[in-house]
């Protein structure tokens, strides 16, 4: 014990620390621990957790008086392009255009009240701008291909297309940002992204105003053939839909192994070009029958040679 209080006289002589300092160390310790060190940090943080709070509570009310403000700017652009009668598609491209522009411009506005900068916050979207590239080039396609659909107008809103590439085919029912919504005859929906329309061929089928009606008829070689054709003809001149003052024709398309093929063809509006199209076909059945003309089947004739 005696040992122990001779180096300490002895640790306190060399390093310069005397008794009063020791005695003033530990009256600081001993009042820290009175006060409490949590109520210490407690009284620090508070300050920082309500500007906090308050942060959050105007980010809130800005995101939610942005948001009705960018509904409302969208609504008064969409009516003045309506007004103006511009396409849909370009309508429906310019909405998500200035939906994606409006919100993240919100974004940026929320996080400076957070003290995050601008000038940092697009500095680092700049420095992660080919690893973006990179990881979404694909949508970035789409985009571009979207971007070149309104601008060179391969197709519209209504129109029905043929994608040559892997046969999508429908009515264009929305053009939006990356992709286009078709519509087929038996009510599904294909959603093809923008840059397959853009890169690859595609067939518009609804372009022009009226659309040629090309069909197919056989007759058996017993049949007359100048009497088959103008049982087709008066067929087609009965037809009231066809295009006013178009020329019907009529003629021997080809000639097959037993049967001959007839072909009729003639212009057709093309709100009419299906329904007018089934009733030919029925139609033609019941005049051919009534005229006598045979439509040949696949047959089989066996002979039988005897010795």
Not at 19 to 36: A, E, H, P, R
Not at 190 to 195: A, D, K, L, S
Not at 270 to 293: C, H, I, P, T
Request: glycine fraction near 6%; proline fraction near 2%.
């Amino acid at each position: 014990m005696l040992s122990n209080v001779i180096y300490a006289v002895k640790f306190f002589a060399v390093s310069g620390t005397t008794i009063k300092d020791v005695s003033d160390t530990t009256n600081k310790i001993q009042t820290d621990i009175k006060t409490g060190a949590f109520q210490q940090w407690l009284d620090s943080m508070i300050p920082k957790a309500l500007s906090f709070f308050w942060c959050v509570v105007l980010a809130l009310i800005v995101w939610f008086i942005g948001a009705r403000i960018i509904n409302l700017a969208r609504k008064i652009i969409k009516k003045t392009m309506e007004r103006r009668n511009v396409e849909i598609g370009v309508q429906q491209f310019t909405d998500g255009m200035l939906k994606a522009v409006l919100y993240i411009a919100l974004i940026v506005v929320i996080l400076n009240l957070f003290g995050i900068e601008t000038s940092s916050f697009a500095a680092a979207i700049a420095s992660v701008g080919v690893t973006i590239g990179l990881a979404f080039q694909g949508s970035l396609s789409n985009l571009a291909g979207g971007i070149l659909i309104l601008v060179l107008h391969p197709f519209k809103v209504g129109d029905y297309i043929i994608e040559d590439t892997h046969k999508n085919e429908g009515t264009v029912t929305e053009i939006s940002i990356f992709y286009t919504k078709l519509l087929t005859t038996d009510r599904k929906v294909i959603i093809v992204p923008n840059g397959a329309l853009a890169n690859s061929s595609l067939t518009n089928v609804t372009d022009s105003e009226h659309r040629l009606l090309d069909l197919e008829f056989y007759i058996g070689y017993k049949d007359d053939i100048k009497n088959s054709k103008e049982v087709l003809r008066k067929l087609a001149e009965k037809e009231d839909r066809r295009k006013e003052d178009s020329e019907i024709s009529v003629f021997v398309k080809r000639i097959e192994r037993s049967y001959v093929v007839l072909g009729l063809r003639m212009e057709i509006p093309q709100e009419n070009y299906w329904s007018v199209r089934y009733d030919m076909l029925e139609n033609a059945k019941y005049a051919f029958d009534k005229a006598g003309v045979s439509i040949p089947f696949p047959q089989l004739d066996i002979h039988n040679k005897n010795d």
